[in-house]
């Protein structure tokens, strides 16, 4: 997710704005789209200021939280599948969401699961 304006920028917008500027043409000058200005406008008009937000969670919650319980589930259950993994596991969840945690504490599977034609 691409990082917030800045304070300075906002303020620098507004008092354009507030000078008389249109927003369209505050829009082209700035470059930023109109409907940010009027996000900006409307949030001052709601709370007094036009701060961005802080503190708010960017992605998604992973379904698989704790990676050292995971890990140790791996260990005892590396032989499977993802699929039987999944499966095995205390909560539902797909077998692709077992290939991300794998991923994530480093845990390589074997890619290749054909016999060879060498003699």
């Known amino acids: 997710m691409p990082a917030s304006y800045s304070y300075d920028l906002r303020t620098k917008v507004i008092n354009a704005i507030d000078g008389e500027m249109r927003k369209t043409q505050a829009s082209r000058i700035f470059e930023i789209s ?14 007094g200021d036009y701060q961005p937000k802080v503190g708010y969670q960017q992605g998604y ?14 260990q005892i259950n590396g032989s499977k599948t993802q699929a039987e993994m999944a499966e095995a596991w205390s ?3 797909s077998d692709r969401t077992i290939g991300k945690a794998l991923k994530k504490i480093g845990y390589t599977r074997k890619k290749n699961l054909r016999l ?3 003699g």
């Open 34 to 47: 109109r409907n940010t200005i009027e996000t900006w406008l409307n949030k001052r008009k709601e709370t």
């Open 116 to 118: 060879s034609r060498k």
């Open 91 to 93: 909560e539902k969840i």
């Open 61 to 74: 919650n992973p379904k698989i939280a704790d990676l050292e319980e995971f890990q140790r589930f791996a």
